[in-house]
């Protein structure tokens, strides 16, 4: 009864989500600061009217979005998380048996998505230090998802890769920013200057919202209309739709908040660099390591034992490798003073 | 660059959702009442963790409902509203190219769903009197819809026509129990009993949360399973986790509100019928009315001009009937006043 694209694939399994207990969570890139007290309150207004259903079209979300986007409205859609942008994407531009091209390290979600859709999946190589330094040149691809920063590493791909792969693409590129905004720099220009262009923005780490599930895609109004065909007519609840307009309304709080991430994250990689890791740099709110004195598997085990969360993959390439989120400064002095104690247990910090 | 099969499928259009206007809004089978204090309460222990993502598989909201509904944990799947569960489940059982089945007249969603996923369409006819009379006997459909109470009529498909659909069926069989709260009775015992029909359930009619997106597939675990790897892994956020799971613990309170809906419902039937309307009898939350004194179309315009919203379709077996939800009485007092004005106005109420 089940179809054997859906049989074959194994479940996505998405990053520990201890719920109701006290671990330093620095495992899925969730903002370490909460929004401010103004976003929050907007929540209120919604509860006596939950009987009702919300706006579809979630107007006012997009609107506010279009706005900060310098876009026009019907070249925003509003998705449930960025994950159903993904999702309706597929659903959009790819028929079973198509094929989708991504980088071989990037968000594993794409295959799980792009499996579970029975289309086929091509790998597009990255160098030795993780990068994507060629362009994606793919004339059988449909779809082609770049993320940029591009998870686990973290960094931007280069304007010209993906100028070039942009320029090439016969079917749709999804480029995904769902950590830009600790970025310096984004691909937004794109979507007007190509139609076939899908920008995938999130609210889960930049605006400190994991919890309330909303995403955009934006693109030119050809793409949107038809990806608006696909998406659940009332995808965004009520509650989501008022606090992600009021979020996008606080932009000097975000922005804030947005460079104290970089300035943590310039203490941790330096730390991590005083302790012997390998760490790249990054643009996002995390940095990939790699512990030069005991296996990355053995650190996210030691870690956990001490209630410190960091994530931790079952992919070969990055085996020695572990994801940290940027914290608060007090959650990394934690985490370093933890490791320092599992270099030397002697050491009493 | 789009699907053929998506380009080709014109836009679902939901029921209009008249945000922050004073419409007596009887068009989407709204729940008149609101939930509880207590579950209004429920929000506020999510505000200060909304930066964190929710637990991905609901779990504590699944296991309220499976002991509700006498089942598993891993009998059931939390959906953002039941569409997403009819989708996911579309997407779980059916390939492109399959053949989905259902009732000619029924909810118009599940067309949408079967054209954008590209499988194809098998309408079974209802008779004169919209009622489904005989199985759905059709062993070519990979997944077979059966809504009961069945919109637009609000009627029970009868048992030995259920249970006969569910023999037959070589596929899936999903049971769209939306408006079963309003009812005397149910197909849960249907799950236990086979192993490939799936229950649909939404928290949007009976316990009020239209605004909140929660629904529920209830099958066996092997069903279950595999759909819970099509879903978008976080695809309920802690609010609508929160409130959902409260409003399932409110069940004396809401089997009171189910109780004086079905009796606004007689007096809604009643006070039509006294006013020359045909009106079926209903086991849900709405009432499919003709009146015999105007065309219904009519009828739609000239109560939206005096700020009562019904269901007007535009489909040819019933352009002639409105759908009405059961509101409160003194909302239904108001419309079969302003009926009584239309029909005579020199009446004054």
Redo the contacts between chains.
Sequence with gaps: ???P???Q????V??E?P?GSTFI?LN?N??????PAEV?AA?QG???????????NS?LLRKTAADLYGVELNQVLAG??S??IL?VAI??????GDRVAFPDLTYS?YE?LTN???AKIIQVATNETFELDNPIICPEA?LIFLASPNPPLGQQIRRDIVEKTCQEAT??VVIDEAYVDFSQSHYLDFVQRYD?ILISRTM?KGY??????VGFGIGQET?I??M???R?????????QA?ATSALQSQDYFQGIWEKVRQTRSRLIQGLRDQEFQVFDSEANFVLASPQWMSAKELYETLREQKILVRYFKHPRIANFVRITVGTDDEIDQLLAAIARIRNPEITV
């Design positions: 009864m089940v179809r694209c859906v049989a694939t194994p479940a996505y998405p990053g989500q719920q969570k899925t969730e903002n370490p600061y909460p929004p929050l929540l919604q509860l006596e009217q939950v009987r009702l259903y919300p706006d579809p107007t449930n998380g994950d159903d999702n659903r959009t531009f790819v028929d079973p979600l799980t579970i859709h029975g449909k079917g749709v076939h889960s400190s919202l994991a919890g309330a599930r793409l209309q038809e608006n065909k696909v659940d007519s009332y995808n965004l609840d009520r509650f989501a606090i």
